[in-house]
């Protein structure tokens, strides 16, 4: 069974730093390209970053691109998210999704499976 | 990266038929067919409905189909249930990024 655990989440200042954890089981985790999604309070889903199976490959929103990091230990089976220079508006639930193969182009951009998501609150 | 464009609502009797339509440009949903459809119903994480815009992955109901033409493509329940009421959300992968909708509320009267 695919699981998809997600830590980290919290009350941050502006400003300020938070590095989220994804621990994946139950797949080949090296094999499949893995994203960050985040949901603002009542708001849609707005993806944010992406990492291929070798890690060798990653993409971004503009809308952090500068400010937040995404990498993976495929010997640990878990993928990382580094927040720096945290706003206001970064205030979301964060969910990492499992692509369906192991780059984006080849059909990373479908995720089959979600974890439960980690809150992060951005507030002085 | 703008946000592909859906109808904020729609709703429907229990064994009606209803769509949902996702719009985007010729640079993301008119490009590829790499859209998929998302549902989510209050409180809980996304689950893919609807990927490569008309594949169902195993387990989701064959009430739930996808098309595209141009640059919209569509989601269509039919045979509506109660337990369809959700948020529904389309993307597009489009080089090196991707984008979603702004989701629609679905709601079964």
């Known amino acids: 069974e695919v699981q998809l655990l997600e830590s980290g989440g919290g009350l941050v200042q502006p400003g300020g730093s938070l590095r989220l954890s994804c621990a994946a089981s139950g797949f080949t985790f090296s094999s499949y390209a893995m994203s960050w999604v985040r949901q603002a309070p009542g708001k849609g889903l707005e993806w944010v970053s992406a990492i291929s199976g070798s890690g060798g490959s990653t993409y971004y929103a503009d809308s952090v691109k500068g400010r937040f990091t995404i990498s993976r230990d495929n010997s640990k089976n878990t993928l990382y998210l580094q927040m720096n220079s945290l706003r206001a508006e970064d205030t979301a639930v964060y969910y990492c999704?499992?692509?369906?193969?192991?780059?984006?182009?080849?059909?990373?951009?479908?995720?089959?499976?979600w974890g439960q998501g980690t809150l992060v609150t951005v507030s002085s | 990266q703008s946000a592909l464009t859906q109808p904020p609502s729609v709703s429907g009797s229990p064994g009606q038929s209803v769509t949902i339509s996702c719009t985007g440009t010729s640079s993301d949903v008119g490009s590829y067919n790499r859209v998929s459809w998302y549902q989510q119903p209050p409180g809980t994480a996304p689950k893919l409905m609807i990927y490569e815009v008309s594949n169902r992955p195993s387990g989701v109901p064959d009430r739930f189909s996808g098309s595209k033409s141009g640059n919209t493509a569509s989601l269509t329940i039919s045979g509506l249930q109660a337990e369809d009421e959700a948020d529904y959300y389309c993307s597009s992968y489009t080089s090196s990024s991707m984008v979603f909708g702004g989701g629609t509320k679905l709601t079964v009267l």
């Open positions: 999704a499992k692509g369906g193969a192991i780059t984006m182009v080849q059909g990373g951009y479908s995720f089959d499976y």
